[in-house]
């Protein structure tokens, strides 16, 4: 062993040495539809527009914390209760991880152990990573084979566990479905004052249903959200709606100055335009049906009902279509290897009619011996 390798072995927590990071492929030459993105850009008036506003961001100065002009636009134009506030984040990520730092009391309720971050699952990774670097223990439930919530083992886990936080993410990713709304509220009510419920809603601007209207009905129920599926992947906002009591003491552990002036100026600019990346949300919306149906027609292949920017599809080799795809130069989320309820499943961003159509094609291809 080197200095070096003493040096990480005497400082480095275990199960960070043990752990790998989040792999993010090199896509550069290829049609990106493994991440969820917006193809559109905003309209070149507007780009030149925010081109000017962001010149004019004052980038000798911190970014002022309490972020009021997004915060205005965001409870006056994305429907946030009367009476509830925002946190913002470097990104719906940064949420989480701010949310599971709050929560991450060391034996809770004087029983020794852990707090516990619970979630159905498979879910988006970022649940059970932030509390496992939180130090908080991550409990996950199953789905059912059809990807609906398993109300009666969700009730019995949050019995047996008392998770101080339940992540239910609307639709879910990677399934992209919506829960049932019943099933969601016996979660919530379940948690009453001993857990809080985070409804994760990354995809709310294709899904175009709330939880959010819910606010004053449940203490307990935060709702988290993110501009990077409507079109701003690269600007890093994420936002939390919640009681302005519980958001303060989230607001804590959040790091002062965690969304920079150019995302600030852009944020801004881009929810003043709102109705422009609400249009291409409602494109993609038909796209993804277009797609949606092909796929159906296609033998062998499941396509499970999709309210999100991307569709989960089982065929019946995934690691032969996504080599097919990868030599095609489209990349997609092969998810097979990520739960078992995922066996043979891949995950499609929708993205432009041409850029569906390469991808279509490439799928086809595939299903030939
Ligand atoms: C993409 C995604 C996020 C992360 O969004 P960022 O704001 O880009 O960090 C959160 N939750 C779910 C379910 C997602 O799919």
Known sequence: MTRIDNLIANTIREDVRAGHHYVVPDSSGYIKLDAMENPYQLPD???????????????????????????????????????????????????????????ARQSPNDKGGRAVVLAPTPAFVMFQRSAQFAGMDFVGVPLKADFSLDRAAMLAAIAKHKPALVFLAYPNNP????????????????????GIAVVDEAYQPFARTSFMDKLPQYPNLVVMRTLSKLGLAGIRLGYLAAAPVLLEQFD???????????????????LDHVDVLDEQAARLNEAREILAAAMAALPG?????????????????AEKTCAKLFAERVLIKNL????ELLANCIRVTVSTPEENSVFLNALKASLQA
């Open 301 to 317: 292949v499941t396509v499970f009902p999709s309210s999100a920017n991307f569709i989960t599809l089982r065929v019946p080799d």
């Open 252 to 270: 804590k552990v959040r790091p002062p100055y965690n969304v920079n002036v150019l995302t600030q100026v852009a944020a801004e600019f881009a």
């Open 336 to 339: 097979s290897r990520m739960h």
């Open 45 to 103: 008036a507007l780009r030149a527009e925010l081109a000017q506003r962001l010149a004019d961001a004052v980038l000798n100065r911190y970014p002022v914390p309490s972020y009021a002009g997004i915060k205005e636009r965001i409870r006056a134009k994305l429907g946030v209760p009367a009476g509830f506030d925002v946190i913002l984040g470097n990104g719906s990520d940064e949420i989480i991880s701010i949310l599971c730092t709050a929560c």
């Open 175 to 194: 399934t992209g479905n919506l829960y049932d709304e019943a099933d969601m509220v016996a979660i919530i009510e379940a948690l009453g004052e001993h």
